[in-house]
């Protein structure tokens, strides 16, 4: 059974950090695009960033850029966000997802995961 599962959110205090990871397991994930969404309450789920199957290149929502950074080991089956300078308007459920293209499109998405929850509070 293929699964991703995220680990690492929880309440932080803006201007913090968090370390979300995401350990894929039932296939390799190591030729796939991976990167993360986040839904908040009422709101669409959105692009967070993603990284290539090698890690060449990234992308990144704007209002992330300088803040986040995604990486990967492969080795592990496993994609991390580090999140610094969180904002309240951070908060929200991050998901895990495995795209077989680049870049990272939410309805190219193959795999997802169900969701950590990353509180920021003012």
């Known amino acids: 059974q293929v699964q991703l599962v995220e680990s690492g959110g929880g309440l932080v205090q803006a201007g913090g950090s968090l370390r979300l990871s995401c350990a894929a397991s039932g296939r390799t994930f190591s030729s796939d695009t991976m990167g993360w969404f986040r839904q908040a309450p009422g709101k669409d789920r959105e692009f967070v960033g993603a990284?290539?199957?090698?890690?060449?290149?990234?992308d990144y929502v704007d209002s992330v850029k300088g803040r986040f950074t995604i990486s990967r080991d492969n080795a592990k089956n496993t994609v991390y966000l580090q999140m610094n300078s969180l904002k309240p308007g951070d908060t929200a459920v991050y998901y895990c997802?495995?795209?077989?293209?680049?870049?990272?499109?939410?309805?190219?998405?193959?795999?997802w995961g169900k969701g950590t929850l990353v509180t920021v509070s003012s």
């Open positions: 997802a495995a795209s077989r293209v680049w870049p990272l499109q939410l309805y190219r998405v193959h795999y």
């Open positions: 990284i290539s199957w090698n890690g060449g290149s990234t």
